[in-house]
């Protein structure tokens, strides 16, 4: 089974920083891209960062500078290391990874992924 497994969310307080980890595991063919979403209470999931294989990352406007995306290719996972924390970055974070799984068949199945969550709270 493919999972993502993100870890590294807790408490801190505003200037802190978190580096958030994304493992994903199972029979992975190719991971084409791995993101980083975010959710508020009350809000839409919205994309944070997003990097490519070849490493081309992107980020929301409210968080460039401040955090950086990053994958291992070799190890099948992505960070996000966050820097200069303010309240508003308060959410869950959930790691997503667009990849082709290897079925029991053999075959090759295109798919989004998600992990479970990792929460993060910035405390002012």
């Known amino acids: 089974q493919v999972q993502l497994v993100e870890s590294g969310g807790g408490l801190v307080q505003a200037g802190g920083s978190l580096r958030l980890s994304c493992v994903a595991s199972g029979d992975i063919f190719n991971i084409h891209a791995m993101d980083w979403y975010r959710q508020a209470p009350g809000k839409q999931r919205e994309l944070v960062a997003a990097?490519?294989?070849?490493?081309?990352?992107t980020y929301a406007d409210s968080v460039k500078g401040r955090f950086t995306i990053s994958r291992d290719n070799a190890k099948n996972t992505s960070y996000l290391q966050m820097n200069s924390l303010k309240p508003e970055d308060t959410a869950v974070y959930y790691c997503?990874?667009?990849?082709?799984?290897?079925?029991?068949?053999?075959?090759?199945?295109?798919?989004?992924?998600w992990g479970q969550g990792t929460q993060v709270t910035v405390s002012s």
């Open positions: 990097i490519s294989r070849t490493g081309t990352p």
């Open positions: 997503n990874a667009y990849l082709s799984a290897i079925t029991t068949g053999g075959a090759r199945v295109l798919n989004n992924y």
